[in-house]
């Protein structure tokens, strides 16, 4: 089964934006699909559309949580998990043996 996850790598702030002090212009992201030991990613990043007033989180009190609804709100991640998919799948593909050899293990890493 494949696990997905959706990460915050930084934020772009605006210092003031039509009256409002510390607005997130810009967020980038990443979101990882993890299959077993299969483990692929997309990453981008989006500008956010300017903050209404009367809904603005002032910058101390945004939460992490608060930024993924937004970049949920905002990007279309049934197409991401589709490419996801599809790299795992590809990954899984490149990682075959030839079929009249035995499945070749990896030696053991030095310490």
């Known amino acids: 089964m494949i696990t997905y996850n959706l990460t915050i790598q930084s934020l772009e702030v605006l210092p003031s934006l039509n009256g409002l002090n510390d607005v997130v212009d810009t967020v980038h992201?990443?979101?990882?699909?993890k299959d077993n030991s299969i483990s692929e990613n997309v990453y981008g990043s989006i500008k956010l559309s300017a903050p209404k007033i009367s809904s603005f989180i002032t910058y101390d009190d945004i939460t992490e949580d608060n930024i993924k609804?937004?970049?949920?709100?905002?990007?279309d991640l049934e197409y991401y998990k589709e490419i996801l998919n599809k790299k795992i799948n590809k990954s899984k593909e490149q990682k075959k043996s030839f079929p009249w050899e035995p499945e070749r293990v990896n030696p053991p890493e030095e310490e």
């Open 69 to 75: 609804e937004w970049l949920e709100n905002n990007l």
């Open 29 to 33: 992201w990443k979101y990882f699909a």
